[in-house]
RNA sequence: CGGGAUGUAGCGUAGCUUGGUAUCGCGUCUCAUUUGGGAUGAGAAGGCCGCAGGUUCAAAUCCUGUCAUCCCGACCA
């Protein structure tokens, strides 16, 4: 029977409700009453956490140091960067009084914050020994959208956004390029989403930034969603801050920057690429409870002793385990850790106890094993690899049969319209041309990947000799 | 910011046309029996009808404004 107040919309009847109808459901997070500023509750904000660690460790791994910046950025310190301002102007939150006083200086909410990390950076460096500088803040950022959508795109959302200083054009290009590369290997590695890397074209690059390099990944419904940038700045910011080091030629010099964020969006990603009409389905590497332990028949004592020896067992061995011991039936547990993506069920009862067994069941497709119980903690482990593969090579197939090639008007016309996903273009790199995309299909240039396959030689809007390819497709 | 839709208990809703005691289901709480795919019975609590004005003897209902959410377009991570 349907529990009216437990059914969640299908993908297939309306994919956008079913999206909200997840992140309400699996308790990821509320409304609060302030358009696009959620509430992230505790199970979400958990999945946030465990990316994190995950991406903690990496970037102390490559010489990261976290910092914390205010809140607030002076007007006048913010409008020194002329297309950084250019770009962020018509979306910022600005404090205009304080206590019972106007203002002079009104005080911006950061929507990112480079000039802070750049002012500060012109008062600590000085030499090129003080180089390179690699900081690293966890914050939250404000930007006045004027549509928003649970983690896809907030008023606020939480982050990270790095920020370098190189004394060399070439050490802060490779920065950007091995910050692309760690996030890139968070999807892979954690969250079990593969992305097309790439570099943007000038139309879509970061305010302020000679190079944006980004990772795509496609949702079900056929649309990108931007999920992770990286940016090399050139001395630009140098200049408009005054960033100088006097150099081993002992000259002054203008060092070379970058700055690269991913945000809570990679959580509408996971939701998206792995939810089914069940609900979530979490990558087991960044699920915040990684098995639920529901034992059938409680009140015999002796299911309630072994499923808490096998709690005590996982918890030892490292993994995150609940023993969920209220008293709902069987049948409730099953679906509330479905609708929440826990990667593993372990079933235990009598039956199972008196053959020495327990039963796994695999979220990610449904399927059960029988586990004898002298394999608890190699099995459980075992599984949950399995399962990160099996979520991995689903989304790598999806992303590979919707990447298709578009020779024509009639080709981009199909694949953007029809069948979702990216077109593949050869582009001849004139502007003109891919406005001209977004006029007739809405659909941007996501990136030039760094895989370039070239598959034609002229440009389908044009006819123009055409030598890169681009992937277009409607994005969030 | 334009076009459309919707706001009534934690969730889903009836009532609105034609103003007059706030409707039902789920969930929640208590007790009992249950437990291998959303258990059953009995009892109970829970509402400024999104918010603010207005019309009226009287507003969930009519009028104006406003806020929020969802969908479709233009901007962003």
Redesign the pocket.
């Known amino acids: 029977?349907?529990?009216?107040?437990?059914?969640?919309t299908r993908q297939e009847d309306?994919?956008?409700?079913w999206?909200?109808d997840v992140?309400?459901?699996a308790e990821l997070m509320d409304?609060?009453?302030?358009?696009?500023?959620?509430i992230y509750r505790p199970y979400g904000y958990a999945i946030w956490e465990e990316i994190q660690n995950a991406l903690n460790a990496k970037f102390k791994g490559v010489g990261v140091e976290n910092v914390y910046m205010p809140l607030v950025i002076p007007e006048s310190l913010f409008n020194r960067e002329k297309e950084h301002v250019e770009?962020?102007a018509?979306?910022c939150l600005i404090a205009t009084t304080g206590g019972a006083n106007k203002l002079e200086d009104p005080l911006i909410i950061r929507?990112?914050s480079e000039t802070l990390f750049c002012e500060h950076y012109a008062k600590v460096i000085s030499s090129y020994r003080d180089l390179p500088k690699r900081y690293n803040q966890w914050c939250s950022?404000v930007?006045w959208?004027?549509?928003?959508?649970?983690?896809?795109?907030?008023?606020?959302?939480?982050?990270q956004e790095g920020h370098t200083v190189y004394e060399t054009a070439e050490e802060a290009r490779k920065d950007a390029l091995r910050m692309l590369e760690i996030y890139d290997s968070l999807g892979r590695d954690f969250l079990a989403v593969p992305f097309v890397k790439g570099i943007k074209t000038d139309?879509?690059?970061?305010?302020g930034a000679v190079e944006?390099y980004?990772i795509e990944s496609l949702m079900p419904?056929g649309k990108a969603?931007?999920?992770?940038?990286t940016h090399y700045f050139g001395t630009s910011f140098a200049e408009a801050f005054d960033i100088k080091f006097q150099g081993r030629d002992g000259k002054l010099t203008r060092p070379h920057q970058t700055s690269w964020?991913?945000?809570?969006?990679l959580l509408?990603s996971i939701i998206m690429v792995h939810g089914d009409d069940?609900?979530l389905v979490l990558p087991p590497r960044v699920a915040p409870i990684q098995v639920v332990i529901?034992?059938?028949?409680?009140?015999?004592p002796e299911?309630l002793a072994k499923a808490n020896e096998y709690l005590k067992t996982l918890q030892e061995a490292g993994i995150r385990v609940k023993l969920d011991d209220s008293?709902?039936?069987?049948?409730?547990?099953?679906?509330?850790y479905?609708?929440k993506g826990v990667p593993l069920?372990l079933?235990?009862?009598?039956?199972?106890?008196?053959?020495g067994v327990?039963?796994l069941?695999k979220r990610n497709d449904?399927s059960?094993l029988?586990v004898n119980e002298s394999d608890l903690v190699s099995k459980v482990k075992e599984t949950l690899d399995v399962v990160h593969n099996e979520m991995y090579q689903k989304a790598f197939k999806y992303l590979l049969e919707h990447s298709k090639e578009a020779r024509s008007l009639e080709e981009l016309d199909t694949i953007l319209n029809k069948e979702g996903g990216y077109a593949k273009v050869m582009w001849c790199g004139d502007e003109a041309c891919e406005v001209k995309i977004?006029?007739l299909y809405?659909a941007?240039a996501r990136c030039l990947p760094f895989d370039q396959i070239p598959f034609d030689d002229k440009c389908p809007i044009c006819g123009r000799k055409a030598e890169k390819v681009v992937f277009f497709a409607?994005?969030?």
């Open positions: 029977m349907e529990n009216k107040n437990e059914a969640i309306d994919f956008a409700q999206y909200t992140c309400l459901k409304y609060s009453s302030v358009k696009g500023f959620i770009g962020f018509p979306e929507p990112t950022v930007r959208e004027k549509t928003t959508r649970p983690f896809l795109r907030g008023s606020e959302f939480l982050w139309r879509e690059k970061f305010a944006t980004t419904d969603l931007q999920s992770g940038t964020g991913v945000s809570t969006r509408g069940n609900g529901i034992p059938i028949q409680m009140k015999r299911v008293d709902h039936t069987p049948g409730w547990k099953y679906h509330e479905e609708m069920r079933e235990v009862g009598p039956r199972d106890i008196e053959n327990f039963v069941a449904g059960k029988t977004k006029e809405q941007t409607k994005a969030y």
